[in-house]
């Protein structure tokens, strides 16, 4: 079992800056990928990157390319997403999830059996 917990969420004007943090607990992350999803009102939940725990690999979607960082702090067993250049449709729920690693599709959520319980990100225009 892995326990996910978001911090970091908040208002941010459009343009600025925020970094999102993921605090797992549990099992050992070394074999696993963590993700980073988000949910904006009335919409599915949609990919935005994810990082390989052991070799520090990343991925992004080509919506958050070039504005975003996903970083991990491995004695804090702490996930990061850095977030600049804000737009308004950046707003939505942030999630963290965890999966072991060897699934196929990072970019899914259904590969993902443990969330953490999401942080708001609200972007002023």
């Known amino acids: 079992q892995v326990q996910l917990g978001e911090s970091g969420g908040g208002l941010v004007q459009a343009g600025g800056s925020l970094r999102l943090s993921c605090a797992a607990s549990g099992r050992s992350l070394n074999s696993n990928v963590m993700g980073w999803f988000r949910q904006a009102p009335g919409k599915g939940r949609e990919f935005v990157g994810y990082?390989?725990?052991?070799?520090?690999?990343?991925y992004y979607a080509d919506s958050v390319k070039g504005r975003s960082i996903i970083s991990r702090d491995k004695p804090k067993n702490t996930l990061y997403l850095q977030m600049d250049g804000l737009k308004p449709e950046d707003a939505a729920v942030y999630y963290c999830?965890?999966?072991?690693?060897?699934?196929?599709?990072?970019?899914?959520?259904?590969?993902?059996?443990?969330w953490g319980q999401g942080t708001q990100v609200t972007v002023s225009s």
């Open positions: 990082i390989r725990w052991s070799g520090g690999s990343t």
């Open positions: 999830a965890a999966t072991p690693f060897g699934v196929a599709d990072y970019t899914q959520a259904t590969t993902y059996p443990y």
